[in-house]
């Protein structure tokens, strides 16, 4: 079937497209409270103060018997929830476009992740191993449900259109962030007022993000709907499936090297948004409630920085903004390397800085990665991506946690992922995108 007649396919159905449009936003809206209220904020301090609890004389815990720093737990536990996703996603993916089932896949992944997320309410005492496992398969099962969600992206999206629709998706996201993170800092700073201790309202607010992210993927579950599968091909097991899928993207060089480039600057953004709170609290000294309201401040800035950086988009084109934009994180994580300990008004201004290219340099790069997916492949090509996005995400968390448990110290730890975006930046540069997408065998957009 030829590009043409999958493009008519795709965009003939007006006011239903529309309405499968709206609906996709609201996974956004449901699993990005995970992102921020669990990832970002409470469960890195949380479970780190857990196995604090749980460690020896040293400071060390002895999961399976081998000895952990417990500072560095919260990040090897997400090093390890994103190899378990490099396992699923790109069997997953290719099962989602060669059935054509992605909804009831989506389905799957999305309400696993709530339930353990929403499980967390158990964590307590000195159970970081209960933690760490909860956080694997919550990090884990929102990897391949983000990637099915984002697959659909240039099946309800014409090309013109998918830079706005992008962003107004992660937009979306962070405003649900927002309206969630201030119950909760309520719901924190009060807790006495509320009846609870301090670990009880942190352990409610865990186990509400678990329940909001499955009460609003009813939304999209219902609005959006499956395509048909590829046709002519037999189910191929495990690795057989996986080595398949590796063949196929190895004659799209281009769309692999902008991956290459995506995984290293992508891979510094997710260890800036799973580490900044320990850093926050740990080596700055400041308190919950400090770091709540800074992470609340991303989530309203990010909405403005993704919408603005989309218009930006329309005038200099995707690639060119997402460039500025690790010129920003760099110039930004650097910065963040000299605040002051015990100074919010400092740490604040980090936050400032990163929520106003957080949301557009995320929103972009899944745009401009639509352009340069073959017709068909939507699925199984984004499993690729959000290996880059998450799922190969663990070498940062992974250099973070070794670097503090070599120097002790969080400051070090953090200026090391400099290097992703610096990196990341000179590798992006090098990709012709426009050759890029026509050889992928798409209409090449007149701005990208």
Known sequence: MGTETVQSEVFDEGTDLRREQRGWYFYDWACSVYSTSVLTVFLGPYLTSVADHAADADGYVHPLGIPVRAGSFFAYSVSLSVILAVVLMPLVGSAADRTGRKKRLLGVAAYAGAAATTGMFFLDGDRYLLGGLLLIVANAAQSVALMLYNSYLPQIAPPEERDTISARGWAFGYVAGSLVLIVNLVLYSAHD??????????????????????????VPLRRLRDRGGRTGGAAAPGLRQLAATARDMRRHPLTLSFLLAYLVYNDGIQTVISQASVYGSEELGLGQSTLIGAVLMVQVLAVAGALTMGRLARTYGAKRTILGSLVAWTVTLAAGYFLPAKAPVWFFALAAGIGLVLGGSQALSRSLFSH??????????????????????????????????????????????????????ALLARVPVRRAIGEAGNPVPQKI
């Not at 995400?393 to 400051?411: A, D, H, K, V």
Request: charged residues 10%.
């Open 193 to 218: 007022s509320f009846g609870l201790s301090e670990t009880e309202a942190v352990r409610i607010c865990l186990a509400g993000a678990g329940l909001w992210w499955g009460a609003f993927t009813l």
């Open 372 to 425: 340069l997916v073959p017709p068909g492949k939507e699925a199984e090509y984004f499993a690729a991506y959000e290996m880059s996005d998450r799922g190969m995400s663990w070498l940062g968390p992974l250099m973070f946690g070794i670097t503090y448990q070599l120097t002790g110290s969080y400051r070090s730890a953090i200026i090391s992922l400099v290097a992703f975006f610096v990196i990341g930046f």
